[in-house]
């Protein structure tokens, strides 16, 4: 019935007492602000995550050795059981595009004084279709490098930096772990963080890597690699090609279903746990900022307390001509609703634009992304205006409460 | 001449701890329509227990009181409240307007509550009859005594209650601020026929009225007819020879 005049009031009293109604919703303000701040930290890196994984494609497996779980007892994990033929071998599977084995190391690359340390990733030519590697310049790994063991390498964008600052290293030697190398191609930048940057890591042929980092010198058929990546055609056929993939490989390695000795992980699953992963860290995040709200909204109490003792004798006028308890009631509630949803705004404007400050901030190798969205927006809206009904209802109800007598006689 | 008022034996008795204190020991009054009364006593007689009352503020021990053919006497809040609204109109000594708050919106303030349309219009004419149609938008800072009284009259006046209870109208007031609104009580009186009660402890206020019921120590000893009212409209002009208006 009189809700709109109720908020008319209330805008009344808030703006009649600027002071105390600022210093009443500074701690919504810093509640929200908080909130919103810390879920577009949230949401921008799960953004982040996502972009990077998704530009290698989501429609990729990762066969590594070692199975899960078999028969109850944990399998160790052996490092002995992917070979170089179950690749070749898995070439011939409906819907896979390329196979691309790899063997990693770590290595230590010099150049005169200059020095990083990075993965080291032993591939094949298919490793480039595969993998969505792209060379800023230079060449990739071809198949005469592969069968010669050729001490070649492709730099990551970092790598190449630290080593060669502006000067193009293409042709130039470097050495890895001691052993000389030539520089035949440098990967394009990708930024980024975790181990997965392709821009901190260093490409070899496969045989050069285990001849000469691993010390293996007849690589072939027989031998172990580390993983093997499988590009499919689509993620629709996914589960058929996980399905029959582990066909060839429980047959190749005499083995049944129970007694797996390997994984296969998608990017999508990666995608998803990842995922799950920031969701619950922006959770998190929000939760400890809305903490802070719920102190916001004890500061609206409060004040509401004492804004109710102050009008006890306007509240005793009220009813005198008329107004019943719940008119009190709803007035006082609108106020602090009207104070938590403004003060709400207030720290959403403050919140948006703090993100805006944070975006573009780089720590460490990672550049911090900000993403303030709907869902975000509509969480402090509606948290605020709780915050305001949840805080608000304890005093409205002593305001609406008060006999009209002794709220008249009030000095 | 029907009654609006008919107050039958009531007790109101407060409990102070284990003691119990009557503050009306037995009342019994019956008010007409159209008259003007004044009730008169001294401090702690029981009146203001008596306009709490008859005002819907409060309810009795025991008894009856019936306002306009209604027994309210035993009304729940809510129901008490509507009364207040509907068929009561207060003037307090204290005027008690809402402070910052302008006189049109003061005085439309028992519509909003009662859910009434057109109210500004309401507002505005009851605000025209006690003689503020230039300051409507006024707050009370921006207003003299005898003028936020004559607000609180029109906020009285403006849902067209059957009684105006006034509660020491003119204790705050100067002695022409006090005239002139016992002038406007007067004139409503008489143009308009409403009810009005006036509780004061002064006889020289009293004596403007058509009747006295006299009350002390919870009880009513005396309710007497005035031979001849005073007229304030005339003291006026008799009296304050600076002559202009507020």
New interface residues.
Partial sequence: ??IW?SVRIAL?SIG?NKLRSGLTMLGIIIGVMSVIAMLSIGRGMQNTVTAQISSIGTNLLFIRPGGTQQGGVRQQESAATLTLSDAEALASVPNVTSVAPEVDGFGQVAYLANNAVGRVIGVTPAYQDAMNANLASGDWVTAANVTTRAAVVILGSQIATNLFDAADPIGQTVRINGQNFRVIGVMAAKGGSGFNNTDTQIYVPITTAASRLTGNNRFRGGDVVNTINVRITDTSVQDSVVQDIGDVLRERHHITLQQDDFTIQSQQDILNTLNSITDGFTIFLGGLAGISLIVGGIGIMNIMLVSVTERT??I????????????ILIQFLTEAMVLSLVGGLIGLAFGAMIARVISGINIGTTTLQTVVDVDAVMLAILFSLGVGLFFGIYPANRAASLH??DA?RYE | MSAVIEIKDIKKIYKMGDVEVPALDGVSLAINKGEMVAIIGPSGSGKSTLMNIIGCLDTPTSGTYILDGLDVSKMSDDEQAVVRNKKIGFVFQQFNLLPRTRAVDQVELPLVYSGASDRKQKALTALQSVGLGERTHHRPTELSGGQQQRVAIARALVTNPSILLADEPTGNLDSKAGREVIAIFQRLNKESGITIILVTHEPAIAAHTQRVISIRDGRIYANERVAKPKDATHELTVYDTNGGGH
Avoid: N, S, T
């Fill in positions: 019935m009189i005049q009344q009649a004798r306007e005793g006028i009220r009813k005198a001509i008329g107004a019943r308890k719940r008119d009209p007598i008249l």
